[in-house]
């Protein structure tokens, strides 16, 4: 399928936007009246009333929600190049572009039954979304939200039939392209929208049920955390020529996984220096792998089994929360001992957290207590409680400049 130049949308947009100056220059201004950018704004996901909370990182307040966005018990949020928009990807199948400066939303497609997140390409063109049912990833325009490209996930089972695969872990990589995984499939595709018509990889037995996973900040390896056994699948971009290798195969081997409550999540992997922290499947524990050779160095015991092992951005902490029955507490290990530090009892249900973009506060969904607490990362001091209905992700713009978030 051929892509649509994006040329004539640029320039109609564009005449659109003289047309309205008066009109634009009256959204972005904020209650007093001055001039608003987008820099210290995010949005919180409301997931109980299909709703999100548009959020001041800065003043820390709550500045309106906006309703419509459908089914967000299971939701993420990707924001455009400029962070003038965010687009967010539903449980309903539901891709929603939201404008931050009018509060309003602008656009809005059921392109499936199920989707599970998505992301936008380097130059900011495409926004991918990746299914769970029917399966594949779509590729949209994300000026018009016109179709670009239709991904069918489709591989062949034990049997000798044909289905699709549920797609997880989607990511923007350098060079224009989107890679994903194929749950059932065990497969790791890569989608290269760099030319006029766009490419497609494919890296099979890359391991049993790759369920998420992440792109390190530079862009060069794509890590897959695989829940049929243990270890990863590693795909390194810069030479994938050389396929998916396999790391860390035998760090529970030999040993009784308990009940897996949760299924962890790899995006906000935590790298500190040469060391990379991530969730143990069905543990209470945080792994420690040296990013060298990807060999398991350490594991540092902790309250629950971990679902969000994130960095602060100094990387001199890394803060922890726990799936169900462990979830109301949160707990920060020390990079340099690797040790825990401080736990905390933010509220009932906790699960969800993002920093502000130089890492001096943490921002944290207690999703049962319904509000989101803001905490000081150096002195641990509470700083503020802010309504929100069932918070669960919270996403702020500065993601819209970093690769694979």
Do not use: C
Request: charge should be negative; proline fraction near 5%.
């Amino acid at each position: 399928m051929p892509i649509a130049h994006p040329l004539k949308t640029l320039l109609a947009a564009g005449a659109l936007a003289l047309l309205s100056t008066g009109q634009a220059l009256a959204e972005t201004t904020g209650q007093n009246g001055e001039l608003r950018g987008t820099g210290d704004l995010g949005v919180v996901i409301e997931r109980a009333t299909g709703s999100v909370a548009l959020v001041d990182t800065t003043a820390r307040t709550v500045l309106r929600h906006v309703e419509g966005f459908g089914d967000l018990s299971h939701a993420s949020v990707k924001f455009t190049r400029d962070a003038r928009h965010a687009f967010v990807f539903g449980r309903d199948g539901g891709l929603t572009k939201l404008d931050l400066l009018t509060g309003e939303i602008d656009g809005r497609v059921v392109q499936s039954g199920n989707s599970i997140g998505g992301a936008i390409s380097q130059d900011g063109r495409f926004v991918a979304v990746g299914n769970y049912e029917p399966g594949g990833v779509k590729v949209f325009d994300t000026e018009t939200m016109e179709l670009v490209v239709d991904v069918p996930a489709d591989y062949e089972k034990a049997d000798g039939t044909i289905t699709q695969a549920k797609v997880v872990g989607v990511v923007d990589a350098p060079g224009n392209r989107f890679v994903f995984s194929l749950f059932e499939a065990g497969e790791i595709w890569t989608l290269d929208m760099s030319g006029d018509e766009p490419v497609l990889d494919k890296h099979r037995d890359v391991g049993r049920e790759p369920y998420d996973a992440l792109i390190t900040a530079n862009g060069r390896y794509y890590i897959a955390g695989l829940f049929g056994e243990d270890g990863m699948a590693l795909l390194d971009l810069w030479y994938p020529e050389h396929g998916v290798q396999r790391i860390l195969p035998d760090y529970g081997q030999g040993e009784e996984r308990l009940p897996v409550y949760k299924m962890p999540h790899l995006e906000g992997w935590a790298m500190a220096g040469d060391l990379a922290f991530f969730p143990a499947v069905g543990r209470h524990e945080v792994l420690v792998a040296d990013s060298d050779d990807w060999s398991l160095v350490g594991r540092i015991p902790v309250q629950g089994q971990p679902i969000f092992v994130m960095s602060r951005p100094d990387e001199r902490q890394v803060w922890v929360t726990f799936a169900h029955p462990d979830n109301g507490r949160v707990q920060v290990i020390d990079t340099q001992s690797l040790e825990v530090i401080e736990t905390l009892a933010p509220g009932e249900s906790i699960l969800h957290k993002e920093f502000t973009p130089r890492g001096e506060h943490i921002w944290i969904s207690a999703r049962d207590s319904n509000q989101v607490v803001v905490y000081d990362t150096r002195t641990f001091e509470e700083l503020a409680r802010l309504p929100a209905q069932s918070p669960s992700g919270i996403f702020f713009t500065n993601r819209a400049h970093r690769i694979g978030l």
